[in-house]
């Protein structure tokens, strides 16, 4: 939906004055039938990165009515002189003026209840003013009411006056692929046909289709700590299909009219995936609204059609974007709730990573409304729910609080209460920079929420390039599991062009993007440095690192850069806020070109035991991690077993404690316990034969405190303890853990 405000204030405007334009735009058309042409209308995207064919489209559609159609004879797409497609039709097309007048009326209404993402002028004047105030309720019903009555003529039989034509666009044919960046190409659309009368005629749509540079990669170098082979992957969460059409749906789907304003220029999961390979993009999200799937065979169905999709180098992947109804107190103003007769209060969300239909809606006229009679709606709490109970993560579309945004930000939790799991902060071609879905984003941080960033086109009909999600995979194959395993962990950026990524480094380690990093009790403000990874290519950027703490009024700038071009990394120091959960995120201006970096969170321990601090990797790989089974007890009979999984085997270690925690840079990872430090008894971490991960320690620790050995380990007492392991073929020959926290209780 699109992000932008307007008034919730309605008062009904007397349908004349309505029906007056429609019949002064109705005889406008009849009386200029003589001359009148045949309206075209591309689906095609005008912008490519990788130059290759795509499935586009063309409407035509005749305003005139005729007792004889018109005949459509040749269709051509051509550029400088050359014919790049070509289709011989022989069709009629009879006219009729209403369904102009429908899209017209669709044209003028606000961008956020026409899902129309870029501006188009196509059925209404180019200096018809754009409805607005008490105004827009009544076209909408008047739209509503005009397509009703035409969807019943042509399902009953009534032949249509517009056609689209689906045909193959060969982008490599127009550029080369090392064609620069701003390269411009002009295409002709010449439709051949004759009139009524049988005078022929051509029609010729112009269309500017230009080159984008490639997104740029990763900086050299950056993020070894993540693994040996980190690759990039851009990617759309937010796309609708043919699914949701009003008129035409792709089977199994019916026409779905509950929205009733897109009555063309929708595509298969198929033709999108070649749009979005064009733009260089490898993989998005199905997402078409939940009241447009009826039934769990036409999910199904859908999912099947993703699968079908879907190989080695692209990924198509079935979730959905389901209606709810707000909870609690609201904010901002919602012209959906007026549609709806105030008997809702809708908003929308991605339920990403589902396995079954979650049934929100239906497909009929305002079918995404709560009857007068029945909710067809649940609470946004309860559909949330739903959505993790099938081990999915929903994400909070366009949170803004326009129609069908999000409006109930009180009652809206994250990530701390396993509800929502992130926030679309760039929907659609709309940039807000670090206003509008990023404010709405950054005022839930504030105040306690845990969500990560994400992005969406929501396009309804052709792809179109916008700020798109890029997806970190570690030593990973490009799978669908493992795209949604690093969107969940916040591995991604959002960018329209330039790569940016951050980490923290902490002691001797760096922390990700995306990690909820611990902060054990009485941990030192130790020195910390947010870096930023960027790759600007020729541009010129500038990076701003911001610092957040939850209670606070706002984020605070930690640093700005100068004017930076080619790839590097930005750092500045701070210290570890101990005393509140905080975190720190970028963001990069080049112009248009934009990009966020998701954040990384630090988070005060608040469970007992508790594991902090970050492991060293191994030799062979693998990150050595502290775990623990009991409870510390200066009496209980039981043990409290605290051990150490995925170390190196064959290995002699021990483990180490003290009474305060620390992150120092030590024997290239971290020592995470600050000195007094005491030390266990040597153990050998056995483990299959050779060289490999499968060694382990463990040490009861329950026995070590009622022994008496250490005075310190007495009721009150919190300890912090670590693992250290011979690795002899580690740079330092030595291994380290991350640490656990606990406190010994009687």
């Not at 004879?73 to 050359?82: H, I, L």
Request: glycine share 10%; charged share 15%.
């Amino acid at each position: 939906m699109s992000p932008s405000r307007r008034s919730r204030s309605v008062l009904l405007v007397p349908a004349a004055l309505l029906l007056g334009f429609a019949v002064v735009n109705a005889r406008r058309t009849q009386a200029a039938a003589p001359e009148a042409e045949l309206v075209l209308v591309p689906f095609v995207p005008t912008d490519v990165r990788e130059p290759r064919t795509a499935e586009v489209a063309l409407l035509v559609y005749n305003p005139v009515a005729d007792e004889a159609p018109a005949v459509l004879e040749r269709f051509e797409v051509t550029a400088g002189g050359d014919v790049l497609y070509a289709a011989d039709l022989a069709r009629a097309l009879p006219g009729d003026p209403r369904y102009g007048e429908v899209n017209a009326l669709v044209e003028r209404l606000p961008q956020e209840l026409t899902e129309l993402h870029r501006e188009r002028r196509y059925f209404a004047p180019a200096d018809a003013p754009e409805f607005a105030g008490d105004a827009v309720f009544e076209a909408r019903r008047e739209i509503d009411a005009r397509w009703q009555a035409l969807a019943a003529e042509y399902l009953g039989g009534a032949p249509q006056p517009f056609v689209q034509l689906d045909f193959p666009l060969a982008y490599d044919q127009l550029f080369f692929a090392d064609a620069p960046e701003g390269t411009q190409a002009r295409l002709e659309l010449r439709l051949a046909w004759r009139t009524p009368a049988g005078a022929p005629r051509t029609t010729v749509l112009p269309r500017t289709i230009t080159k984008l540079a490639p997104f740029r990669p990763l900086a050299p170098g950056a993020l070894a700590a993540l693994g040996t082979s980190v690759t990039v992957h851009a990617g759309d969460l937010h796309v609708h299909s043919c699914h949701g059409e009003a008129a035409g749906a792709c089977s199994p789907s019916s026409n779905c009219t509950a929205e009733s304003l897109q009555t063309s220029g929708a595509f298969s999961y198929a033709q999108l995936k070649g749009q979005y390979q064009a733009l260089g993009y490898d993989w998005y999200t199905a997402t078409d609204h939940s009241y447009c799937v009826n039934s769990t065979s036409e999910f199904q169905a859908m999912q099947a059609e993703c699968a079908a999709a879907t190989d080695a180098s692209f990924l198509v992947m079935s979730d959905m974007e389901v209606s709810s109804d707000e909870s609690g107190p609201q904010i901002g103003s919602d012209l959906g709730d007026a549609l709806c007769l105030w008997t809702t209060s809708a908003n929308h969300m991605g339920a990403h990573e589902i396995t079954t239909r979650i049934a929100a809606g239906g497909d009929g006229l305002l079918g995404f409304c709560d009857g007068l009679f029945s909710d067809v709606l649940d609470p946004f709490p309860q559909t949330i729910a739903a959505v993790r109970a099938q081990g999915g993560y929903p994400i909070i579309n366009h949170p803004d609080g326009s129609s069908f945004g999000w409006n109930s930000r009180d009652a809206t939790q994250g990530i701390e209460a396993n509800a929502a799991h992130g926030v679309e902060i760039w929907n659609g071609a709309t940039q807000s920079g670090q206003g509008g879905h990023v404010a709405r984003w950054v005022d839930w941080l504030l105040g306690g929420r845990l969500l990560y960033a994400y992005s969406g086109s929501d396009t309804h009909d052709d792809a179109f390039a916008f700020g798109a999600n890029h997806v970190l995979l570690a030593d990973q194959p490009f799978t669908i599991a493992n795209v949604h395993a690093a969107l969940r962990a916040g591995r991604n950026y959002v960018s329209n062009a330039h790569s940016l990524v951050m980490e923290v480094g902490l002691g001797g380690a760096a922390v990700p993007m995306g990690a909820m990093h611990p902060v054990p009790a009485g941990a030192p403000a130790a020195a910390l440095t947010p870096r930023v990874h960027y790759d600007f290519g020729a541009d010129t950027g500038v990076i701003t690192i911001f610092k957040g703490r939850v209670g606070d009024g706002a984020e605070s700038v930690l640093c700005t850069s100068g004017p930076l071009t080619g790839a590097g990394t930005f750092a500045c120091a701070d210290a570890l806020e101990t005393g509140a959960r905080s975190w720190y995120r970028a963001y990069s201006e080049s112009g248009s070109k934009t990009a966020y970096t998701n954040p990384v969170f630090f988070l005060p321990v608040a469970s007992d035991p508790a594991s902090y601090c970050t492991g060293k990797v191994s030799s062979q790989g693998c990150t050595p991690t502290t775990t623990w089974q009991g409870t510390p007890s200066a009496t209980s009979a039981q043990p409290f077993l605290v051990g150490c999984a995925q170390v190196v085997s064959h290995q002699n270690g021990i483990l180490f404690y003290g009474y305060a925690p620390a992150f120092v840079p030590f024997q290239d990872g971290t020592r995470c316990v600050a000195p007094i430090l005491v030390r266990t008894g040597v153990q050998n971490s056995g483990g299959a034969a050779g060289a490999n991960c499968t060694g382990t320690f463990s040490l009861d620790f329950n026995a070590r405190i009622q022994s008496g050995v250490d005075p310190g380990l007495v009721p009150g007492a919190t300890v912090y303890a670590q693992h250290w392991f011979r690795d002899p073929a580690a740079a330092s020959a030595t291994g380290l853990s991350d640490a656990v926290q606990f406190t010994i209780g009687l």
